[in-house]
Each structure stands twice: as C-alpha cells, then as structure tokens.
C-alpha cells in the first residue's frame, strides 16, 4: 500500500496552479528575493505573457513514496499548446497517465485513454479563470500551470518569501540561470535559459510538508512563441465506445495518482 495515495486527475500539468494560499504575504521582490533572481524570473515571466501563441513540452518525473519509506518515480511525456486568452491543450503519455486534454473557451474536455472514458465541463472562458477554477473544482494543483497565467510572475511569486540566484548552470547543454525559492512547504528551483528568449528550462519542487519530501522534476524544451495554432486544435473528436463519465470520475477512473502532481488544494505550488 501506498503511503499516501491520490488520484490523478487532470494532467494538463499546464502548470503550477493558482490555489488557495497560506496566508503569507507575497514577497513579488520584497527583501527575501535576491534582486538579481527577481529580476530574472521578471523577464522570464514577460517573455511568456507576451507570447500570444505557443506550445512546448515537458518531460517530467514525480516521486511517490511507499510505506517503506521508498521514493520510486514515474515519468511522463507532456505537449502543450497556448492560444491566449482562452484557449489551450495537452497531450500526456507516461508511465501511468494516456490522456488529451482540450480548453476551447467554453468548456474542459478530459479524455483518458487507459480507462476508456471522457468527460466534458463548463468552465470560464479565459485561462486565468479556467485554472482557477478547475483547482477549486477538483481540489488539486498541478504543476506547470503557472507558465499558461497572464501574469506568470505574479504567479511564481505570490507567497515566496525567500529567493536567490544560485548561479550559471548547464541543462541538457543550454546555459541557464539557476534560481532557488522558499515558501510555506515546498522549495523549488527553476532554470532559466541565458539568452534573449529567457525561457524555462528545467523546474524542480521539494514538497516538504509531504512524508519523504518527494520531488517533481520537468525538463521544458520543444518552445515555439511563434506557434500557429487553429482553432481545431483545441476541440477534441471523441472516439467511438469511450463512456462519458462526470469529469469528478475521471479522477476516481483513473486508479492510483502520483501524489505530488496532483495534491490537494490545501497544500501549494510554487507561487500560490
């Protein structure tokens, strides 16, 4: 048995989801970030608000810790597509996950291949308040979804309340800017590309208020801010035989979740 299990739901692991806060204050480059860190996840952040269409992927691993106190891992392999404001989509193949995931501005269609079932739910008819709202709806955080925001540094940042800049590290041979920050139960690290596209390079979180303090690791590449995405790319042709379930189910369908990705709303991401 499992120390802790939950349910995988919504893997649009679009990001670092905005929840429910612990009622510290937002630092946002308050004296407990670096100036030089803020100034570089800004920049970072800019780069991405500005990009009105893009997609990238993510190759991401999660722990999950058995009884024994083992840590073992599950990877998976995300694509993601933005077309601002209010559509957006994911692909996700992995270990224990086969779903498609489509946001065309009015509703959230989540197609699980494993277990054969869909389901479609009204949502609101921007990114900002979709993610929202899923989290609030579902009760769970996914990591990534703070890189879809309007305003991602307002995101990354709202309960950090330490920050620093750790130096010029390589990921997967691109030089990128290594910065580390503290919030109420996590750590979490990001890398940042060294160019006149400061992209996200790599994203690691340290869930310490989790037995084990297990991680969720992601490298980011494939970016494309020029992406010329139709609307068909975000609407989802459903399959025959596929059983349409209440999207609530899917999270109940899917068998065991791998409890990082998807933690409660209680517990945070990065920035929330």
């Known amino acids: 048995m499992l120390q802790r299990r939950m349910r995988w739901l919504l893997t649009v ?7 429910q806060a612990f009622g510290q204050a ?35 691993m999660v722990d999950e810790i058995l009884d024994s106190g083992q840590k073992i891992q599950f990877s998976s ?16 193949s992995g270990d224990v996950l086969h779903e498609r995931i489509r946001y065309d501005g009015e509703t959230l269609t989540v197609l699980d291949h494993k277990q054969n ?11 900002d308040e979709m993610l929202d709202y899923v989290a609030e ?28 800049y750790v130096g010029l590290h390589q990921v997967l041979g691109v030089k990128c800017h290594h910065l580390a920050f503290q919030q109420e139960g996590l750590d979490w690290q990001i890398w940042i590309e060294d160019s006149d596209q ?35 790319a975000f609407t989802l042709e459903i399959p025959e035989g596929l ?8 999270r109940e369908a899917a068998g065991t ?12 991401s990065p920035g929330n």
């Open 77 to 92: 392999t995300r694509k993601i597509a933005v077309h601002r404001p209010n559509r957006a989509s994911a692909e996700i």
């Open 117 to 127: 079932v869909y389901g479609v739910l009204k949502v609101p008819d921007n990114i």
């Open 198 to 232: 400061p992209l996200p390079r790599k994203l690691v979180i340290t869930y310490k208020a989790f037995p084990g303090q297990p991680q969720y690791i992601a490298f980011l590449g494939e970016w494309n801010l020029a992406a010329q995405l139709p609307d068909s």
């Open 137 to 164: 709806y579902f009760g769970v955080i996914m990591p990534l979804a703070d890189l879809l925001f309007s305003d991602p540094y307002e995101t990354f940042t709202h309960n950090v309340w330490l920050g620093r």
């Open 26 to 60: 937002p630092a946002s480059g308050g004296s407990g970030v670096e100036p030089k860190a803020d100034e570089i996840l800004q920049r970072m952040s800019k780069c991405l608000a500005g990009a009105k269409q893009f997609s990238f992927q993510a190759q991401d």
């Open 13 to 19: 692991s679009l990001g670092l989801l905005a929840g």
């Open 257 to 268: 979740g791998r409890m990082p990705v998807d933690q409660p709303a209680a517990e945070e």
């Open 243 to 250: 059983e349409k379930i209440e999207l609530k189910r899917i």
